[in-house]
Nanobody, 123 residues
Framework: DVQLQASGGGLVQAGGSLRLSCTASGFTFDGYAIGWFRQAPGKEREGVSC????????YFKDSVKGRFTISRDNAKNAVYLHMNSLKPEDTAVYYC????????????????WGQGTQVTVSS
């Protein structure tokens, strides 16, 4: 069975840092791009970051550029989202998702989704 597990969320003060992890099983991980999406209460889901498969091209939402980085460890079937200088507006449930090869900002193009991890940033 295909599984994506997002973890690492929590409560942090503004300016703090968190590292989210996305671990996967049940598919050929290194052939898939992994994206991070988030959804805040009352808002639509939005793409935050993505790392493509073999060339590891990365993408970031404008509001997180310079604060977030993304990396992958194919040996561990894992992708990490490093979030620094967190702001209250980063508060949301963060989801990781997988799609074949290339990144996309459209969540509908991702075939596999994890269950989400809550990130809360207090002011």
């Amino acid at each position: 069975d295909v599984q994506l597990q997002a973890s690492g969320g929590g409560l942090v003060q503004a300016g703090g840092s968190l590292r989210l992890s996305c671990t996967a099983s049940g598919f050929t991980f290194d052939g898939y791009a992994i994206g991070w999406f988030r959804q805040a209460p009352g808002k639509e889901r939005e793409g935050v970051s993505c790392i493509s498969s073999t060339d590891r091209t990365t993408y970031f939402k404008d509001s997180v550029k310079g604060r977030f980085t993304i990396s992958r460890d194919n040996a561990k079937n894992a992708v990490y989202l490093h979030m620094n200088s967190l702001k209250p507006e980063d508060t949301a449930v963060y989801y990781c998702a997988a799609k074949y090869y290339y990144c996309s900002g459209y969540g509908s193009t991702y075939g596999y989704w994890g269950q989400g991890t809550q990130v809360t940033v207090s002011s």
